[in-house]
């Protein structure tokens, strides 16, 4: 008789963004009670508003229930209005209005202490889209200054910023996120680290997601996953893309990438549930072939192909 494959080596989880209509204590207990090993918690007025009153006796509570729930978490901070409540995703790390830059930069100290009273294993973040008034060097200052105070407080919490890659941002692709990295002096990267979108390095880069992976492993401390297409941000359920999973899935095995993996579809909140136990079921299935086959050597990979030209959702920003 053949010996059952291996306990998977990846922590699978879901995003709150794609449980919208879900109560925050209904969600952590569906994946609970799902099998996952965690969540990715969006901060937000539905589930956990940073800027409403009481917010430690509410993480608080939220930390009793991630406990009884047995689920890891890690804090995301892609709000669409939780600071501006008419324009998304605003303010910027990269707004010309220095008021308006440290309005973000404070959501995201905020979400670092709220990380850190969770227990998190990364706070993400992203650039926001370029402003149409500035050079772009200018807004690359501005974003490697407004994220200093932050990294220093994720430092002093002792856990990870991730800085996403988000097409149509400033900071779009990994190219990006070692310029950042350059900007600010080379940071650790348990310091400054990285959210490697898998959908996103299909919409974009030149490399394949698998092989992106690898090359990013060093600096990866969060990994969100959906499928997608060449050229399109579009987040989509697993097997409506053109994502190859099962080469994606070893290169995280290969790895040995600690961090949760999670489950990024945002626009699916209407059948949440439905969603969950799917991606759920596909990414077991995937596992088990994956983990069957042989572990590769890591290499570094380098880019052989031009970067995609992308189409984007809802004025250039689909999530």
Aim: glycine share 8%; proline share 8%; with cysteine.
């Amino acid at each position: 008789m053949a010996s059952p494959p291996p306990p998977s080596p990846l922590r699978l989880a879901y995003g709150t963004n794609g449980l919208t209509d879900l109560r925050l204590t209904d969600a952590l207990a569906l994946l609970s009670d799902l099998g996952y090993d965690g969540v990715a918690l969006t901060l937000d007025h539905m589930h956990l508003d940073p800027l409403a009153p009481g917010l430690a006796a509410r993480t608080a509570r939220v930390a009793e229930t991630l406990r009884a729930t047995n689920l890891a978490v890690a804090i995301e901070t892609g709000a669409r209005y939780v600071l501006d409540p008419r324009r998304k995703h605003h303010p910027t790390l990269i707004d010309p209005d220095p008021q308006a830059r440290t309005a973000r930069a404070d959501l995201l100290r905020t979400a670092v202490r709220i990380g850190a009273d969770l227990g998190a294993t990364a706070v993400h973040c992203f650039s926001g889209i370029r402003d149409p008034g500035s050079k772009d060097t200018d807004s690359w200052q501005r974003l490697a200054a407004a994220l200093t105070p932050v990294a220093e407080a994720a430092s002093d919490a002792g856990l990870p910023l991730a800085v996403e890659p988000e097409p149509g941002h400033l900071l779009s692709d990994l190219a990006g996120f070692h310029h950042l990295r350059t900007l600010m002096g080379e940071p650790d990267p348990d310091v400054l680290g990285l959210t490697l979108d898998i959908g996103h390095c299909q919409c974009l880069e030149p490399l394949t997601p698998a092989e992106c992976i690898r090359a990013a492993a060093p600096w990866t401390r969060h990994v969100q996953l959906e499928d997608m297409r060449r050229g399109v941000h579009e987040h989509l359920p697993f097997g409506d893309g053109e994502i190859d999973f099962p080469p994606v899935l070893a290169a995280l095995r290969d790895t040995a990438y600690q961090g949760l993996v999670s489950v990024e579809l945002p626009r699916h909140s209407h059948v949440g549930p439905t969603q969950a136990q799917a991606s759920l079921q596909f990414l077991r299935s995937t596992l088990t072939k994956t983990l069957q086959s042989p572990a590769r050597t890591v290499t570094t990979a380098t880019a052989t192909a031009t970067t995609a030209t992308v189409t984007t959702r809802n004025g250039g920003d689909s999530c």
